[in-house]
């Protein structure tokens, strides 16, 4: 009795975790998304979509299945055990490709840099050139190269500067032991403005000093893409109307991603999609739709990375990033309306 | 039960009070410590992101109440699992080794080797074997705990006082009956020193496992309070981590008064 309902707990609680739902049609095709983190108003779009079925029309049973630190999505994508991919960005589907992971990018959902450097409105870092002589935490998993490049644009020798590898906290930050420090701009600048207030923070954005750096990717694994283009396809198009929905309807939004989450701050989730939304459609998304790839934006990404010697040579990026997806829809479905 | 009445086992009402007794003055000094706490918090002013009052914390999980039980029910039962496992296993091959040696001298090494590799370098190869179940996590909790079980069984098995096995073997014992009746019980204090470890080791790694990839579970919620530096959700998954902790640590301490009844290490 005790093992019998040991292996059904088991089998039910692992049944329930591969679904993940009422399993629907037959003949729809199981297949996966794997987040970059856990479930927050970040990616509510894809779980926006999957609640109003748009997958299931397009012929997929979708599992939602959240990231963590220390997953690397495009591993998970390229050994099949995911599907598709919201990968960490431009910077990470190139060291994939590089590495020769059979994966491709088939969307940019955050058109610009999702982070900036902040500093005090009071504090001794008025403006770029007054890094020279502050302290600087940022992270040293790609924001690190934008800072990098952000400095050389503007003719300022990070070598002499005390730049230090950023923890998971903003309290050094708050408590003044460091000047600049990096944010997200839907997460760490949220704490950052309950702590000391927006009217104390200044910003600086790297899109202001000619750095862009697009984050968020949608990825594919090459097998199966070549093996399925229509039901790629499809999941992009079900992609995209999640996201308008989610963005004509940002209560109901909200109020599903705290179903999936019920522990997270409302407050703190409705600043995110807003920001969500600014990120996914600024660039070339503002014109062209959701997803956009914009060729120009990941090309000046890519010379950072290869500046910096962090790729060790230029990547075919036309191989990389495909966008016969999101541009078989028209821009006018990809946009608000 | 007995023919001899205890002073505290005479009435059935007054033993089952001496039982819950201790429960009771834990659960006092807990909440005389988190009482202290607020007090503390409060009067010096401590800001809430460097230690929030414990009352919040509560309300945060009444807030949500559902989420913190799915929580402790998930992570309860993903070390559960991977620990039984871990210590029948951890058990078994401790038997085993103390028995053959050349079993001892190939696997154990093995063993050792896997022990040094960290938990949070193979988390994604856990992931990729069994996918976001409760068997990738139970798997995690598993390494983590067999592998005392399996030194604490295999010295224990070794304690044996050789005299006692001579005797035996004199009144014509078999191997067998010399590790049922001789072996096994000497070892079993050792074994559940082990199992004592093994089950706050097996938690942390039902916690840790729950951050690759997985929506609900202790280290779900303990991960979502660390990336928006939420400190009271994330003092709200310690203390249920605390609390789940206590309970199985009480539970083999439980089982160890019952099992090792002439005294073993927490005699």
């Known amino acids: 009795m005790k093992r019998r309902s040991f292996l059904s707990t088991l089998g039910a609680v692992a049944s329930a975790a591969m679904i993940g739902a009422p399993a629907m049609a037959e003949d729809l095709e199981k297949v996966s998304l794997r987040l970059k983190w856990l479930p927050q108003a970040q990616f509510v779009g894809f779980y926006m ?3 109003k079925g748009y997958y299931a029309d397009e012929g997929l049973d979708l599992t939602i299945n959240p990231g963590g630190p220390n ?14 991919g919201l990968s960490g960005g431009t910077d990470s589907v ?32 008025q403006e770029l050139a007054d890094f020279q002589d502050a302290s600087i935490t940022t992270w040293f998993t790609g924001a690190n190269y934008v800072l990098y490049a952000m400095l050389a644009a503007n003719g300022l020798d990070r070598s002499t500067m005390n730049i230090q590898p950023q923890q998971v906290s903003v309290t050094p ?54 093996e399925h283009p229509e039901l790629v396809q499809g999941f992009v198009r079900a992609s995209v109307k999640g996201w308008l929905d989610t963005f004509a309807d940002k209560g109901a939004a909200i109020d599903l991603i705290l179903k999936e989450a019920p522990t997270l701050d409302r407050a703190h989730q409705e600043f995110m ?52 997806y999101v541009d078989a829809i028209p821009a006018a479905e990809r946009l608000p309306k | 039960m007995t023919a001899v009445p205890a002073p505290a086992g005479s009435f059935p009402a007054a033993r089952r009070f001496g039982a819950v007794l201790p429960l009771l ?167 559940f020193v082990a199992l004592r470890i093994s089950s706050a080791l097996g938690l942390a790694g039902a916690v840790v496992g729950e951050w690759f990839g997985d929506t609900t579970g202790l280290g779900v919620l303990l991960l979502q309070g660390m990336y928006a530096e939420n400190m009271v959700a994330i003092w709200a998954s310690v203390f249920c981590s605390a609390l789940l902790g206590v309970a199985l640590f009480s539970a083999i301490g439980f089982a160890e ?11």
């Open chain 1, 49 to 51: 979509a999957k609640a």
């Open chain 1, 71 to 84: 997953l690397l999505t495009e591993n998970l994508v390229a050994t099949g055990s995911d599907t598709f």
């Open chain 1, 94 to 125: 190139f060291a994939a490709i590089e590495k020769g992971l059979p994966i491709t990018c088939i969307g940019i959902a955050h058109q610009e840099t999702p982070f900036v450097f902040v500093s005090k409105a009071d504090g001794p870092v």
């Open chain 1, 173 to 226: 930050f708050v408590d003044g032991q460091v000047d600049v420090v990096t944010a997200t701009r839907y997460n760490e600048y949220y704490t950052l403005m309950t702590r000391v207030g927006e009217e104390n923070l200044k910003r600086f954005v790297p899109e202001d000093f000619g750095v862009s750096f697009p984050r968020d990717t949608l990825i594919v694994g090459n097998d199966w893409a070549a």
């Open chain 1, 273 to 324: 999609l807003d920001e969500i939304e600014k990120i996914m459609m600024a660039g070339a998304a503002a014109t062209d739709g959701l997803f956009a790839i914009d060729m120009d934006a990941v090309g000046k990404a890519h010379q950072i990375m290869v500046d910096y010697e962090v790729l060790e040579g230029p990547i075919d990026l036309g191989k990389a990033f495909d966008s016969q």
């Open chain 2, 25 to 191: 003055r834990g659960v006092l000094a807990l909440a005389a410590v988190l009482a202290a706490v607020e007090l503390i918090v409060i009067a010096l002013g401590i800001r809430p992101y460097v230690l929030p009052r414990p009352s919040a914390v509560f309300e945060a999980i009444l807030r949500t109440p559902a989420a913190y039980r799915d929580a402790i029910i998930r992570t309860g039962l993903e070390t559960l699992y991977g620990f039984a496992a871990g210590a029948l296993f951890g058990i078994g091959i401790g038997i085993a080794f103390s028995r053959l040696r050349f079993l001892r001298e190939t696997v154990f090494p093995i063993f050792i080797v896997s022990q040094t590799i960290p938990v949070i370098a193979f988390g994604a190869l856990v992931v990729m074997w069994f996918g976001n179940t409760i068997l990738a996590k139970s798997v995690i909790v598993f390494y983590l705990t067999f592998f005392p079980v399996t030194v604490n069984t295999l010295l224990g098995m070794r304690a044996v006082d050789q005299k006692q096995v001579q005797l035996l073997k004199s009144f014509g014992a078999s191997e067998g009956e010399i590790l049922r009746k001789l072996r096994f019980p000497t070892a079993l204090p050792h074994i």
């Open chain 2, 257 to 267: 008064r019952r099992i090792v009844f002439w005294g073993g290490s927490d005699a």
